[in-house]
């Protein structure tokens, strides 16, 4: 059984920057995409960023276009989200998912990591 987990949320102030990781662990690894996504308090969870696992190919959300950057560490199963130039509206729990081979959809998720930008 594939697990995620994140880690590197924490408090920072608006400005500044925070990298968050992802480690998949379990059964040999195989995914067509990683990606991160966040839920504000009182709003629906809402894509960030992906990768995909074979060619690197990454797309993000408007919002986070030029600020945040997705990476991926192919031997160590472990995604990256370096998010720059944060603000108020970056606060949210960051979860990391996984789309695996033959899903039509992200079937993976973590615990999520909270991240908290102060003005």
């Known amino acids: 059984q594939v697990q995620l987990v994140e880690s590197g949320g924490g408090l920072v102030q608006a400005g500044g920057s925070l990298r968050l990781s992802c480690e998949a662990s379990g059964r040999p690894f195989s995914s067509y995409a990683m990606g991160w996504f966040r839920q504000a308090p009182g709003k629906e969870r809402e894509f960030v960023a992906s990768?995909?696992?074979?060619?690197?190919?990454?797309y993000y959300a408007d919002s986070v276009k030029g600020r945040f950057t997705i990476s991926r560490h192919r031997i160590k199963n472990m995604i990256y989200l370096q998010m720059n130039s944060l603000n108020s509206e970056d606060t949210a729990v960051y979860y990391c998912?996984?789309?695996?081979?033959?899903?039509?959809?992200?079937?993976?998720w973590g615990q999520g990591t909270q991240v908290t930008v102060s003005s």
């Open positions: 990768i995909r696992w074979s060619g690197g190919s990454t």
């Open positions: 998912a996984a789309q695996t081979i033959g899903a039509s959809e992200y079937n993976k």
